[in-house]
């Protein structure tokens, strides 16, 4: 079993940035991939960005590609999202997942999954 705890949500103003926090427990995620995921209200859940268990591929949804960056520190067990140049789109709760198998952007491809941190941009 995988348990992933999100942090470092919040309220921003747009424009500003934010850092998400993925810290993992009960078995080490360093071969895992691992990706990010949010949920707006009323909205389904959505891919964000991916990471390989290497740190040496990463995907990127269109809308945060130059403004998002995902990465790990495996010897923390822990992965991040920075999310800078926030819009008022952005605004949903962020989800942390761990892949057992294959890196993906779908959410039927992550085994594990955290609860969650609500970012809100402000316009």
């Known amino acids: 079993q995988v348990q992933l705890v999100e942090s470092g949500g919040g309220l921003v103003q747009a424009g500003g940035s934010l850092r998400l926090s993925c810290a993992a427990s009960?078995?080490?995620?360093?071969?895992?991939?691992m990706g990010w995921f949010r949920q707006a209200l009323g909205k389904e859940r959505e891919f964000v960005a991916a990471?390989?268990?290497?740190?040496?591929?990463?995907y990127l949804e269109d809308s945060v590609k130059g403004r998002f960056t995902i990465s790990r520190d495996n010897a923390k067990n822990t992965v991040y999202l920075q999310m800078n140049s926030l819009k008022p789109e952005d605004t949903a709760v962020y989800y942390c997942?761990?892949?057992?198998?294959?890196?993906?952007?779908?959410?039927?491809?992550?085994?594990?999954w955290g609860r969650g941190t609500q970012v809100t941009v402000s316009s």
């Open positions: 997942a761990a892949s057992l198998f294959r890196s993906g952007t779908l959410v039927r491809d992550y085994d594990y």
């Open positions: 009960g078995r080490t995620i360093s071969y895992y991939p």
């Open positions: 990471i390989r268990g290497s740190g040496d591929i990463i």
